[in-house]
């Protein structure tokens, strides 16, 4: 049973440029979390979203970000007109259907963005 | 302020030797408070996850505890191995109904042989 993978791993943009970063849950998962980490900082939440759903989007900036999660297909954050601030590594995660608070999420190896 | 403060900042033992990690958290009230690790380059993995009903929780050689009425959780890791050398970060899910989680900053620990 693979993991939860993100890809690519590493990502290089111009400002202006758009970022299109992809998660593929774990099998049988139908939960996925975006979080951002910015250098030397702690993980921080975007969003939370279920099949074609976004459940909690309160930590995503307003602008330029937005996320969905098709029924079929990875999830994907997107991210357009990028800027120097928007360079950070991008996890997701993932937990079963029957999640709840108490579910542990699986988080993928990230995305590292960097922006020129 | 951060609502989940972790101390020290870094820590460097010896291998072999124990140490033990603290999580301060002003989230009130929460459904659950967690500590990963995460690797270098790599994305946190999950140690333990406790209620706030629960006081105690292993995982091998990672203890971690938990005192609600402080709003304190510590994580001790018993005979410490190379391989320990990582971030280790506290993390409190507010209960509030939604999934917004809150994340310390980590301790970032160095395993010397």
């Known amino acids: 049973n693979a993991g939860v993978m993100q890809n690519p791993r590493h990502l290089v943009r111009r400002r202006g440029q758009e970022a299109r970063l992809r998660c593929s849950p774990m099998?049988?998962?139908?939960?996925v979390y975006w979080y951002r980490q910015l250098p030397e900082e702690g993980l921080k939440f975007m969003v939370y979203l279920q099949k074609e759903n976004i459940i909690d989007e309160s930590g995503m900036p307003k602008e330029r970000f937005s996320a969905e999660f098709p029924k079929e297909g990875p999830s994907i954050l997107r991210i357009q007109q990028v800027v120097r601030g928007d360079s950070a590594a991008y996890f997701c995660?993932?937990?079963?259907?029957?999640?709840?608070?108490?579910?542990?999420?699986?988080f993928g190896p990230g995305t590292r963005l960097l922006v020129l | 302020k951060n609502q989940v403060e972790q101390s020290p900042q870094s820590l460097i033992i010896l291998e072999g030797k124990n140490c033990t990690l603290q999580?301060?958290?002003?989230?009130?009230?929460?459904?659950?408070l967690r500590w990963y690790k995460q690797d270098t380059g790599r994305g946190p993995v999950s140690l333990t996850i406790m209620t706030f009903s629960e006081n105690t929780k292993s995982n091998g050689r990672y203890t971690a505890t938990l005192d609600a009425d402080t709003k304190q959780s510590s994580l001790h890791i018993t005979a410490s191995q190379l391989s320990d050398s990582a971030s280790y970060i506290c993390?409190?899910?507010?209960?509030?109904?939604?999934?917004?989680?809150?994340f310390g900053a980590g301790t970032r620990l160095f395993v010397k042989a």
């Open positions: 995660a993932s937990s079963p259907p029957k999640a709840g608070s108490q579910e542990t999420q699986y």
């Open positions: 993390v409190v899910i507010p209960n509030t109904g939604g999934f917004k989680t809150i």
């Open positions: 999580c301060n958290y002003t989230v009130s009230p929460f459904s659950n």
């Open positions: 099998k049988g998962h139908s939960h």
